[in-house]
């Protein structure tokens, strides 16, 4: 795939970026935790005993009925590809539930501040584990692009490991306006330094 933009004169090229890193592999407030038989998911994975699911030693049930964490359930649908979600999928053939993401109260503190978990501090963090599974799925399904500005076919910017296409687009119109602020500022300094030669 390859789209060309036109903004304020620039051209802005779109490609699919084909090797992108892992977002599971930056530093995220979730821990992601899946079980697929034919995918490795996410962060860590659910150990299959004899039909029964573990993980961290106690079976996924008990781990899910711990005090100190929160946590929300991840959905997988399965059909020319995968995508992932935390709200179930209408296909009930293709999709079902692979596993969770989860967060320490502990580690929310340490992120937020203060000496126990608000409710508001609860929401804050069910929306960030949200983002993080929102952000995975794009990793998964490929809506992960690059970019490449140029102006008479020079080349002015470029940039990779950009998630979502309409975020693409947007970083390369920040950057475009940047730029153009930037040339901006260059001609008027240089027509200061000319009238101040006119007048010296």
Not at 64 to 79: A, G, V
Not at 84 to 96: E, H, N
Not at 156 to 168: A, E, K, V
């Amino acid at each position: 795939m390859k789209e060309i933009e036109e903004y304020k004169g620039y051209q802005i090229k779109i490609e699919s970026d084909d090797y992108p890193d892992s977002p599971r592999d930056w530093d995220n407030l979730g821990t992601m935790v899946c079980g697929h038989r034919h995918y490795n998911l996410g962060d860590e994975q659910i150990d299959n005993r004899y039909g029964d699911l573990y993980y961290d030693g106690v079976p996924v049930q008990d781990f899910l009925k711990r005090k100190d964490i929160i946590w929300l359930p991840l959905y997988l649908y399965d059909h020319s590809g995968i995508t992932i979600s935390t709200s179930s999928f209408s296909c009930p053939w293709d999709s079902g539930q692979v596993g969770f993401i989860y967060v320490t109260k502990e580690d929310i503190l340490k992120e937020y501040g203060g000496k126990i978990v608000t409710h508001k501090k609860k929401e804050l963090a069910l929306k960030v584990l949200r983002g993080e599974v929102e952000t995975y799925d794009q990793f998964l399904t490929g809506d992960v692009y690059w970019f490449c500005v140029e102006k008479d076919d020079e080349i002015l910017d470029s940039c990779g490991g950009c998630y979502g296409y309409d975020y693409t687009l947007e970083e390369a119109k920040s950057y475009i306006d940047f730029h153009i602020k930037q040339e901006e500022k260059r001609e008027w300094e240089n027509l200061s330094v000319k009238e101040e030669l006119m007048f010296a």
